[in-house]
């Protein structure tokens, strides 16, 4: 098992046309998978996986990809090939992370494109479980984007592609997220240990059957998120935001004053018009909704007063707030709110432990965190504050 690291130099403007570049890595002669940049986010290293290689040498050349156009302005000037050791942490993720072949109407496109992975340790008595998932630029037939960032502080698509348990090194059990969200048992080919999954679905659920014409092999983070939302794993990337603000301008998803003209509208305002908000919440009964007061006492609310734009699951989440250009300098205050959720009768709680409230710079970068961390347990109707940050900087 071995990782391509690719050094790249980019000249690109912030916003290029194409808005993706792609390599094809050729092991011993034999075409393998495409590697992607994404040209103008300042994303200039990428790693793949190879392998699994037998002992003794091996060639490993990067060509331009004959699937997608050139990017003039973005060009390779390091390829290192290097082997990863049996026995390390490494080795034992690397080594069943899912080889993902593309969805057919992706394949040349600038959207809908795997961005990066990361995986997930679970110990569970005696059993020991990686769990994969993938990130991509969005998902073209799943939430529109005004939902997803209501719902999900995002218009990335993350996705649990697969998950494999072993007991003293010995698989026991192996499943990825197929078609409508269910779970199933992993029957499919392998590229050595490795389970190969083809994007299937509009809203990129995956198959263990099929072929495409490309794929890639992502090098998976090991993650902790049992502190932390998701969409935490974008913030060590930057660059990521800027592949989301471009793919929703290329596709005419931004509009300043994106109307509500029906229950869920496919445009929203700029993501850098939004604050972001996370916190872990444990819902009975309610929803959870987020809100800003700019500085013009203006209240800005993450639903837009819509419930079905609400949050309804319990858990570590992240959700946006569109109050307008300048978004970190124009909040005054933030905070919670709980409201009954539709099928509940009486009762209800929202227990909320509001853990940061951000806004992205103009380089994408997310800034400070807002607030001082706070600890709710609202009725429905009822809603919190959270105080400033003595170092927060409006």
Same mark, same amino acid.
């Given at each position: 098992?071995?990782?391509?690291?690719?050094?790249?130099?980019?000249?690109?403007?912030?916003?290029?046309?194409?808005?993706?570049? #792609?390599?094809?890595?050729?092991?011993?002669? &034999?075409?393998?998978?495409?590697?992607?940049?994404?040209?103008?986010?300042?994303?200039?290293? &990428?790693?793949? %996986?190879?392998?699994?290689?037998?002992? =003794?040498?091996?060639?490993?050349?990067?060509?331009? $990809?004959?699937?997608?156009?050139?990017?003039?302005?973005?060009?390779?000037?390091?390829?290192?090939?290097?082997?990863? #050791? +049996?026995?390390?942490?490494?080795?034992?993720?690397?080594?069943?992370?899912?080889?993902?072949?593309?969805?057919?109407?992706?394949?040349?496109?600038?959207?809908?494109?795997?961005?990066?992975?990361? +995986?997930?340790?679970?110990?569970?008595?005696?059993? &020991?479980?990686?769990?994969? $998932?993938?990130?991509?630029?969005?998902?073209?037939?799943?939430?529109?984007?005004?939902?997803?960032?209501?719902?999900?502080?995002?218009?990335?698509? @993350?996705?649990?592609?697969?998950?494999?348990?072993?007991?003293?090194?010995?698989?026991?059990?192996? #499943?990825?997220?197929?078609?409508?969200?269910?779970?199933?048992?992993?029957?499919?080919?392998?590229? =050595?240990?490795?389970?190969?999954?083809?994007?299937?679905?509009?809203?990129?659920?995956?198959?263990?059957?099929?072929?495409?014409?490309?794929?890639?092999?992502?090098?998976? /983070?090991?993650?902790?998120?049992?502190?932390?939302?998701?969409?935490?794993?974008?913030?060590?990337?930057?660059? *990521?935001?800027?592949?989301?603000?471009?793919?929703?301008?290329?596709?005419?998803?931004?509009?300043?004053?994106?109307?509500?003209?029906?229950?869920?509208?496919?445009?929203?305002?700029?993501?850098?018009?939004? @604050?972001?908000?996370? +916190?872990?919440?444990? %819902?009975?009964? /309610?929803?959870? *909704?987020?809100?800003?007061?700019?500085?013009?006492?203006?209240?800005?609310? $993450?639903?837009?007063?819509?419930?079905?734009?609400?949050?309804?699951?319990?858990?570590?989440?992240?959700?946006?707030?569109? *109050?307008? #250009?300048?978004?970190?300098?124009?909040?005054?205050?933030? =905070?919670?709110?709980?409201?009954? +959720?539709?099928?509940?009768?009486?009762?209800? $709680?929202?227990?909320?432990? /509001?853990?940061?409230?951000?806004?992205?710079?103009?380089?994408?970068?997310?800034?400070?965190?807002?607030?001082?961390?706070?600890?709710?347990?609202?009725?429905?109707?009822?809603?919190?504050?959270?105080? &400033?940050?003595?170092? /927060?900087?409006?």
């Amino acid at each position: 098992m071995g990782v391509l690291s690719v050094t790249a130099l980019d000249t690109c403007p912030p916003v290029p046309e194409p808005r993706v570049a #792609a390599w094809t890595v050729v092991v011993d002669g &034999s075409r393998g998978h495409d590697m992607l940049l994404f040209p103008g986010t300042g994303l200039t290293h &990428s790693d793949s %996986l190879i392998g699994p290689l037998t002992d =003794g040498r091996h060639s490993v050349e990067l060509r331009p $990809s004959e699937l997608w156009k050139p990017v003039d302005c973005l060009s390779v000037q390091r390829v290192e090939p290097a082997i990863v #050791a +049996a026995g390390t942490q490494e080795h034992d993720v690397y080594r069943r992370a899912p080889v993902l072949e593309l969805r057919a109407d992706t394949i040349g496109e600038q959207t809908d494109l795997p961005l990066y992975a990361y +995986a997930e340790r679970d110990q569970a008595g005696a059993e &020991s479980a990686w769990r994969y $998932s993938v990130v991509f630029s969005n998902e073209d037939g799943g939430t529109p984007a005004r939902a997803l960032l209501a719902r999900w502080g995002r218009t990335t698509d @993350i996705e649990q592609v697969y998950e494999v348990g072993t007991i003293a090194g010995r698989v026991t059990r192996e #499943a990825f997220q197929g078609p409508d969200h269910v779970i199933r048992a992993f029957t499919g080919r392998r590229q =050595g240990e490795a389970p190969v999954l083809l994007v299937a679905t509009m809203n990129n659920m995956v198959i263990d059957r099929g072929r495409s014409l490309a794929a890639v092999r992502l090098v998976p /983070a090991v993650v902790d998120l049992g502190r932390a939302t998701r969409e935490s794993t974008m913030d060590a990337r930057p660059w *990521v935001y800027r592949v989301m603000e471009n793919e929703l301008a290329a596709e005419g998803r931004i509009v300043v004053d994106a109307p509500l003209d029906d229950q869920w509208p496919r445009v929203a305002p700029d993501p850098l018009a939004h @604050i972001f908000l996370e +916190a872990r919440l444990r %819902l009975d009964r /309610a929803v959870a *909704v987020a809100w800003v007061t700019d500085r013009a006492g203006r209240r800005h609310w $993450s639903h837009y007063g819509r419930l079905p734009l609400a949050i309804e699951r319990s858990g570590w989440v992240r959700t946006a707030v569109a *109050v307008g #250009a300048g978004a970190g300098g124009s909040m005054a205050e933030a =905070g919670w709110a709980c409201l009954a +959720a539709p099928e509940a009768t009486g009762g209800g $709680s929202c227990e909320i432990e /509001a853990t940061r409230v951000f806004a992205l710079t103009g380089q994408f970068l997310p800034g400070p965190n807002l607030v001082v961390p706070g600890r709710f347990v609202l009725r429905p109707g009822a809603e919190a504050k959270l105080d &400033s940050s003595a170092s /927060a900087r409006f």
